[in-house]
């Protein structure tokens, strides 16, 4: 089960951290990441972290989005900074796994919402 929170109300060029704990332990953590949608569009990957430590953004957040996680905690992060209208969505966090059988599983979290005011 994955747990999100760190949403809010901000101005544009403000800064926000989400955060997202996940309970129990997968056999075999493959990656974490952070999706997005907007209100009429499709949900879009934010940023991801792998298990070997590589990240990846999408062009718009690049420079201004961190992804990190804490694996003794269990917990991912998202520091956004310079935040633009734009970015005002539901956040979803997301856990990909093996499980024992070594089939690929994946958990997403329930959202939280980030909004960005002008």
């Known amino acids: 089960q994955l747990v999100e929170s760190g949403g809010g109300l901000v101005q544009t060029g403000g800064s926000l951290r989400l955060s997202c704990a996940a309970s129990?332990?997968?056999?075999?953590?493959?990656?974490r990441g952070w999706y997005r949608q907007a209100p009429g569009k499709q949900r879009e990957l934010v940023a991801e972290i792998r298990s070997g430590g590589t990240t990846h953004y999408a062009d718009s957040v690049q420079g201004r989005f961190t992804i990190s996680r804490d694996n003794a905690k269990n917990t991912a992060y998202l520091q956004m900074n310079s935040l633009k209208v734009e970015d005002t969505a539901v956040y979803y966090c997301?856990?990909?796994?093996?499980?024992?059988?070594?089939?690929?599983?994946?958990?997403r979290g329930q959202g939280t919402q980030v909004t960005v005011s002008s």
């Open positions: 997301n856990l990909e796994y093996r499980n024992s059988y070594g089939f690929r599983e994946a958990s």
């Open positions: 129990g332990s997968p056999f075999s953590i493959i990656s």
